[in-house]
């Protein structure tokens, strides 16, 4: 039941929707668009870098860590990027703020997405958005998260005039064309 709840807080913050438009101008604008998600924030990253893909130009996946992260960080910035999508759930891994630092050092803007929990967040994040997790399993529960995940998307589409459903209608038609679904 703590997940209705944080699914229905989620909603309730979103009702002027100013900080979701802010996201979705900032992750269309990038190009490239770094998304990192390590650990645990891994599937997150990975969710939203697989839609992504599909509609945005240049989407990079970063969820190695160490040195090789950093170079795509760097390798990004050089490209052009100037946004880093960061989705970061508990228990906050170091690196993953590591890597937020060597982006804001370089010149990215970050786009946070950390749970309520995550309270360190000043001074890191140009866009801060803060969906609950639940705890109470052995797991950690990211359903409000994930749900994030498609607003995000939505977002960006929205704020992509028009490319995003272009992008979409290509993609049907190839994959139509490839028999690449059963259906």
Excluded: W
């Amino acid at each position: 039941m703590a997940e209705a709840a944080n699914l229905t807080e989620l909603a309730q913050g979103f009702a002027g929707e100013e900080a979701i438009d802010e996201f979705g101008r900032a992750l269309a604008a990038s190009r490239p668009l770094a998304v990192v998600g390590l650990r645990a924030s891994a599937g997150l990253a990975t969710q939203f870098a697989y839609f992504a893909a599909k509609v945005h130009p240049d989407i990079r996946l970063l969820a190695s860590s160490g040195s090789l992260i950093e170079d795509q960080i760097e390798q990004c910035y050089a490209a052009g990027g100037r946004t880093m999508l960061v989705f970061m759930m508990p228990l906050y891994p170091r690196e993953t703020l590591k890597d937020i630092e060597l982006a804001r050092n370089t010149g990215m803007k970050i786009a946070l997405v950390a749970d309520a929990g995550f309270t360190d967040h000043e001074g890191i994040a140009d866009y801060l958005l803060t969906p609950r997790v639940d705890s109470r399993l052995v797991f950690d529960s990211h359903a409000a998260a994930s749900a994030l995940v498609s607003v995000l998307l939505d977002s960006m589409c929205t704020n992509m005039n028009g490319a995003a459903q272009k992008r979409l209608d290509a993609i049907d038609r190839s994959s139509k064309r490839r028999k690449v679904f059963a259906n």
